[in-house]
């Protein structure tokens, strides 16, 4: 298997790994990948974290099969990678991103489509795409356009410089980066703290956050929003132990509903 995956006390971890390729997608994988995120929904998990093996994250797609001047790259972005990254965008859950080493193409936007990015201070991250005379993709533009600005995101895509775990955090491309040997204890430790938490609600400002993002929502709208998302939340029983927690004095336990 090219994916496995462990479902532990609430918090699911799906690992890439195909090692001696630098964990590079190919449509086998792909495939592996969409069997594990309909297992993890099924078992509505309340956390994800993913993660590579090996010595990095993943190095994109696998070209080793590409056949340039034939194949239908607009059909193998539409079919095979697209669905991965909106499936992690779309996750129910939050999401965390364990990356060290290559970070490339669809393993970038693997990556950036989670919740909570941490990267080794000496991952590789960025488009390389310009060295094959291809587009970036996996939502890179979107990614890096929302969170370096259009002429940072240029310059990265006309250049293909790959950016440090160290300069990606910098930049506030990723969220923080880390020692290489502490990055899957300390985004696991995260992950599994998250997952304890009042996840119904942290799933409310999941949504909002996409809203935002995706219809522009100014700040009026944004505070309709987050009132009807209170609302929400304020029929949950998270809700009511939360508040009688606080009322008590005692620390909450919180169940994700």
Known sequence: ???????????????????????????????????????VERAAVRAL????????????RDLA?????????????????????KRIAAFPAPT?????????GVGLGMALACDVVYCADDAKIGSPFARIGAVLDSGGHAFFAARLGSHRA??????????????????????????????????????????????AAFAESKRLMRRIDEEALGLFAVLRCEAQAQGAAGRTADYKEGIGAFQQKRAPRFVGR
């Open 1 to 39: 298997m090219a994916v496995d995956l462990t479902i532990s006390d609430s918090l699911a971890e799906i690992v890439l790994n195909r090692p001696d390729k630098l964990n590079a997608i190919n449509e086998t994988m792909a495939k592996e990948l969409a069997a594990a995120f309909e297992r």
């Open 49 to 60: 974290l993913l993660r590579g093996e090996g010595a990095g994250f993943c190095a994109g």
């Open 65 to 85: 099969d590409a056949d340039p001047g034939n194949e239908d790259a607009e059909a193998i972005l539409e079919g095979m990678v697209n669905p991965i990254i």
């Open 96 to 104: 965390f991103a364990a990356v060290q080493g290559a970070c490339l």
């Open 154 to 199: 240029l310059e990265l895509i006309y250049t293909g410089r790959l950016l440090s775990g160290l300069e990606a955090a910098q930049w506030g491309l990723v969220n923080q980066s880390l020692p290489k040997e502490k990055l899957v204890e300390h985004t696991r430790s995260v992950a599994a703290q998250v997952a304890h938490g009042p996840t």
